[in-house]
C-alpha cells in the first residue's frame, strides 16, 4: 500500500479558527433568519471586541468588487443570507481572492440550520497555460 506522503498544509489556522469562531457565535445567538447586513453587522462587532483588524465593504478594484470582509489584510470573510450556495458563490469568492491577491476566502451562509463555513483557497493560475 503506497503512503499519502503529500502534506496539507493549513492556511492561516489561527485567524481563520478565530473568524469562524465568531460566525459560530452569532450564528448561535442570532439564529438563522436576519438580513446579510445584520450579520455583518454583528460580525464587526465582534472583530472589534477580540481587536481583530479588518476592513468592511471593501472596494477591491475598480470594477465594482466590493467584499464583505477583508480580515487582517489575510482573508476575505463572504456572508451570505440565502437558501442555499450557489455555484456563483463560490465564483464570486475566487475572483475577490484572485483579485485582491489573497490566499483564503471563508464563505459563510447563516440561512442553513447547522452553520458550515467553506474555505476557499486561492487556485494559482500559471501564466505559461494562458491562450492568446
Same mark, same amino acid.
Given at each position: 500500500?503506497?503512503?499519502?506522503?503529500?502534506?496539507?498544509?493549513?492556511?492561516?489556522?489561527?485567524?481563520?479558527?478565530?473568524?469562524?469562531?465568531?460566525?459560530?457565535? @452569532?450564528?448561535?445567538? *442570532?439564529?438563522?433568519? =436576519?438580513? +446579510? %447586513? &445584520?450579520?455583518?453587522?454583528?460580525?464587526?462587532?465582534? /472583530?472589534?471586541?477580540?481587536?481583530?483588524?479588518?476592513?468592511?465593504?471593501?472596494?477591491?478594484?475598480?470594477?465594482?468588487?466590493?467584499?464583505?470582509?477583508?480580515?487582517?489584510?489575510?482573508? @476575505?470573510?463572504?456572508? *451570505?443570507?440565502?437558501? =442555499?450556495? +450557489? %455555484? &456563483?458563490?463560490?465564483?464570486?469568492?475566487?475572483?475577490? /481572492?484572485?483579485?485582491?491577491?489573497?490566499?483564503?476566502?471563508?464563505?459563510?451562509?447563516?440561512?442553513?440550520?447547522?452553520?458550515?463555513?467553506?474555505?476557499?483557497?486561492?487556485?494559482?493560475?500559471?501564466?505559461?497555460? *494562458?491562450?492568446?
Amino acid at each position: 500500500m503506497m503512503e499519502n506522503t503529500r502534506m496539507t498544509k493549513i492556511i492561516y489556522p489561527e485567524l481563520s479558527y478565530a473568524i469562524t469562531g465568531i460566525c459560530f457565535g @452569532v450564528h448561535n445567538e *442570532k439564529g438563522r433568519f =436576519l438580513r +446579510e %447586513k &445584520q450579520y455583518g453587522d454583528e460580525i464587526e462587532l465582534r /472583530l472589534k471586541e477580540k481587536k481583530v483588524p479588518y476592513r468592511r465593504e471593501y472596494p477591491i478594484d475598480r470594477a465594482g468588487n466590493i467584499v464583505d470582509f477583508v480580515v487582517d489584510n489575510k482573508v @476575505v470573510l463572504e456572508i *451570505k443570507a440565502k437558501r =442555499l450556495i +450557489e %455555484k &456563483q458563490d463560490f465564483y464570486q469568492v475566487q475572483r475577490y /481572492l484572485q483579485t485582491a491577491n489573497l490566499k483564503l476566502g471563508l464563505l459563510v451562509n447563516f440561512r442553513n440550520r447547522y452553520l458550515k463555513p467553506v474555505r476557499i483557497v486561492k487556485i494559482e493560475t500559471d501564466a505559461r497555460h *494562458k491562450f492568446v
